[in-house]
């Protein structure tokens, strides 16, 4: 019953992701996304953070409709990056690269394209798929959903946020300190008071949420762009992009268990697309009946983690829309994009903005069509802009950063913030400090202090009251077995990543 | 003279020509803005919203803007400044733009009044602006969860006189209407406000699913912003304040109907412009805006999304509000809201 009534409200989310404004709206970001994710080094989060401005004066359902688009045009630009020019967008493209690039020497980059773009289309339909099953279940439990479990939850998500962002467990947890007290600047959310703006009228509005994310991961990343002085030396031509029935036959297989891997892993909240991309590709290596010849062009080891990094991407829509926690650093920025629009992700979200939530769960199926009949015929026109000098494209990103955060308040105090941060990006990222987890910090401490009042009001000022109502209970003993889980899975992705870097893949 | 000479001062010729074509051409149009008060307005209108898009004040302000930029021939533009529960939008239309008319302020109950009676220091007074004219209102229901054990009003309010320790509700803002609301009503029943437990909420959207859910026992809005929990059946509405029914819950009955009087904090929406803004421009927007209030279309607009038209020139307007900030001060000051 609850499944055929989501399955309307699917159906009636692509009649309106389906009309010409909506598909407009798709194939821009698409073709967008695919742009910016095309160029060396910017993945799908610095295209997410340079155009989340661009998108928020949209009617939000367009906006959040371009926004997903730009999302899955990026990852998709990212994989053509990966396997022409060796350089992956994002960490979960690493694993693209190891088979993807040389069969790119090999002359077979095409195929490779094709099977990509294919593995990300069937794992889109896999990722609309389970959140039909997925969705009607959270939605029924939205109104359960109180602040003590509200509380609970942002103590899950900022655990996990703080053993998933890599690296050192002290750099992450003072980075996510130093998130959560640019937070407490301006007024409070529950005394509506100001604090910490030591008089200056600016600061009494807080600092703005797109201009941290413009300074963080677009102004840092055209500062590393200009220090790297990045350039795309493109081997071989790609050849056709349309794979041969051979390669499709070869490569079924390890689409599905990869997608199948991806999707699920994926619903773990936190689980990122690195993880299970990675995860797929060593799969399909023990279970090959040659693995000897993985790593020098099969196939096989382009296809499983693509399929699973995308299903993984399309499943982080799940704990995303329903319990607000982003697995991965694209999905924080559009975290952000959604509290823009007034829509705080959560239980809740599926039961007052069906329509909404649809409308853009359809359209990322149709973004992702879009890919496939968009972009196959236009790799060369993708490939040959990788080749735009950087000296070019660094003040035009500029340009829409310095727009971007003027435009959210029309203040310039926004754009000096954005540049701030841009310059503490640079220097946190050479000094290799994690900015994941500031971002999260920022966006989430808010909610984790204001459910945290809430609880206590509720409670007459105990806090025990979280430890003695079910759902909140659960919820923290879950927090506890994800963060072991995931601390487990991400070592063993930081030791692959290592190795892989030692055997010269340039991994962001 | 050289040639030399002769050719710089040629140029110096065209220069002066320039020069005093733009004086003059400046002069003119000056002349043109002072001279006839039609012209107004002659540019863009900047019409500040304090809160994010979507909310009651914000689809006000869209519709009062579509109708008004027909009848000027200019755009006047909707800009979201959210944040301080209205304060930081406010604060930007009254006290950092210029007062030319081109920068109005939709003002809120929340953001004038009750926050000159909630703040021991507020950011904007009653002083930093002309109140030009109100647009909408709207009625307070009181709403608990739809199994909750009370039949109705009266005898929810005999269990809160009872049992004040055990009455939780959820508020938009720790000085908005729902906590002026409350304490009114709280007031009117002898019941201990001090006791009670406040829930602050970023607004309806947030605080109507936590009575539904059960979180908290009551949540006290404007009848649009629970109409929707209402429709899905997930709340109950036990009364509605002021002397009438609202026209939206024919159904429902007063406070007063229930025995509780004196019930008067309603939620209102409408047009304000920094001190010092010309009188003309505060005319035309009080002409205009009477105007746009006979109009159907704009009538069914304000129905759909559950506001009563409520016209009220500068002059009245401004001595209601005025007799409004000394009554909740008065309130604020008495339970303990103000700080």
Partial sequence: MLIIETFQLLLAGFASALTPEH???????????????????????????????????????????????????????????????????????????????????????????????????????????????????????????????????????????VSLSGGSLVKSFLMGAFGY???????????????????????????????????LFAITEVLKGIDEKRTATLIGKPGSVYPKKEDLRVSAGPMLRGGIIGFFLGLLPGCSAAITSFLAYDMEKKLSKHPEKFGQGTIEGVAAPEAANNATSSAGFIPLFSLGIPSSPPLAILLAGLMIYGLTPGPVLFEQNAGFVWTVIASMFVGNAMLLVLNLPMVWVWVKLTRVPYGIMAPIILMFCTIGAYSVRNSMFDVWVAFLFGGLGYVFSKYKWPVVPLVLCFILGPLLEESFIQTMA????????????????????????????SMMLNRRTQQRLKEERDRGVDVA | MSRREEESLKGYKQWAAVMMSLLLAAAVSACGNQGTESAYPSKQVEYIVPYSAGGGVDLVARAAADYLSKEWGQPIVVVNKAGGGGAVGAEYALKQAKNDGYTALAVNVSNTTMLAAGMKTPPITNEDQVYTTRIGKGTLAFAVKADAPWKDFAEFSTWVRANPEQLTWTSVGPAGFSAFGIAEWLDAIGADFAKTRMIVTKGASDSVPKVAGGHAILAVHTVGEIMPMLQAGKVKILAVSGDTRSQFLPDIPTAEEQGIQGLSVFWWTGVSFAKGTPESVIRKWEEAIAKMEKDPAFLQKLSEIQVEPAYAASEAFTKETQAETTYYLELATKKGIRK
């Fill in chain 1, 23 to 161: 598909l407009l709206m798709a194939a821009l970001g698409a073709l967008i996304g695919t742009f910016v994710g095309v160029l060396p080094g910017l993945g799908p989060t610095s295209a997410i953070a340079i155009l989340l401005p661009v998108t928020a004066v949209l009617e939000p359902t367009q906006g959040m409709i371009m926004l997903a688009g730009i999302y899955y045009g990026a990852m998709y630009g990212g994989s053509t990056t990966a396997i022409l020019l060796n350089i992956p967008g994002e960490l979960s493209s690493v694993p693209t690269c190891l088979d993807g690039y040389p069969l790119a020497k090999k002359g077979r980059g095409g195929p490779a394209l094709g099977i990509s773009a294919l593995a990300s289309f069937g794992a889109g339909v896999l990722g609309v798929i389970g959140l039909v099953f997925f969705a009607p279940i959270l939605a029924d439990q939205a109104l359960k959903f109180g602040p003590p479990e509200y509380f609970a939850l942002m103590i899950l998500a900022l655990t996990l946020m």
């Fill in chain 1, 181 to 215: 007290s640019l937070a407490l600047v301006g007024l409070g959310p529950s005394s509506g008071m100001p604090r910490f703006d030591y008089g200056v009228p600016a600061l009494v509005g807080g600092f703005d949420m797109i201009s941290i994310i413009i300074g």
């Fill in chain 1, 458 to 485: 509720m409670g007459s000022g105990d806090l025990s009251i979280v430890l003695f109502r079910p759902l909140s209970l659960t919820i923290l003993l879950a927090a506890g077995a994800l963060l072991i889980i």
